[in-house]
């Protein structure tokens, strides 16, 4: 069993849609969770960081923390074809500057 | 805008030949920088941990005969694989961690082609 599990998708969904996108873990030493956005070709560009269980905010999108069920989400409101692209999540124990561990990614793609 | 930056973009070689890849911190040190490869399709892999002033530590079944990696300077990280072949052509990432705020972030990458 992976430590994090992703549904890799594809995911598909019309313009103006909410988007979920869900990651499980395993490892409860996990404390720092974030989600980055991967364009083809492209390095991850960070979306969201997240610190503990809890949620955040930042425009269209939120992030939502859940240690208890070591679930993790990311929700795009609104979402633009611009949105199109794989979305990582990555998660990472409290050690000075530890190694991330991925999921798999998720592919987005927004149609018009 | 970009925070880590990585030079080249993409980068065609010989087979035998080595080639260097540059990972810079724009506007922050950073002590630990992290080096992965990433096939099509495919999630990253880590191939190793480059501390500042110290050796990198490798992954398992990472070479580091033939990845080299050099951390001189708290803005500075290089790549240099060795005596390249056609397998490994790949897309090389690095990241870099920011202390303030706690936060890792990335390189734009670099296409490695071997020919």
């Known amino acids: 069993q992976k430590e994090v599990e992703q549904d890799p998708g594809p995911l598909s969904v019309p313009e103006g849609a909410i988007v979920s996108l869900n990651c499980t873990y395993s490892?409860?030493?996990?404390?720092?969770f974030m989600w980055y956005r991967q364009y083809s070709r492209k390095g991850p560009e960070l979306l969201m960081y997240t610190y503990s269980s809890g949620n955040k905010e930042d425009g269209r999108f939120t992030a939502q923390v859940d240690k208890s069920s070591k679930y993790i989400s990311l929700f795009i409101r609104d979402s633009q074809p611009s949105d199109s692209a794989t979305y990582l999540c990555a998660m990472r124990n409290t050690g000075t500057a530890s190694k991330l561990t991925f999921g798999t990614g998720t592919r987005l793609q927004v149609t018009l | 805008g970009a925070v880590v930056s990585q030079h080249p973009s993409w980068v065609i070689c010989k087979s035998g030949t080595s080639v260097k890849i540059e990972c810079r911190s724009l506007d922050f040190q950073a002590t630990t920088m992290f080096w992965y490869r990433q096939f099509p399709k495919q999630s990253l892999m880590l191939m190793a941990t480059?501390?500042?002033?110290?050796?990198?530590?490798?992954e398992q079944g990472v070479e580091k005969d033939k990845f080299l990696i050099n951390h001189a300077s708290l803005t500075l990280s290089t790549l240099t694989v060795t005596s390249a072949h056609p397998e490994d052509s790949s897309f090389y990432i690095c990241?870099?961690?920011?202390?303030?705020?706690?936060?890792?972030?990335f390189g734009e990458g670099s296409w490695l082609t071997v020919v």
């Open positions: 490892n409860s030493a996990f404390q720092y």
């Open positions: 480059s501390n500042e002033g110290s050796k990198a530590t490798y």
């Open positions: 990241s870099a961690f920011r202390t303030h705020g706690n936060t890792i972030y």
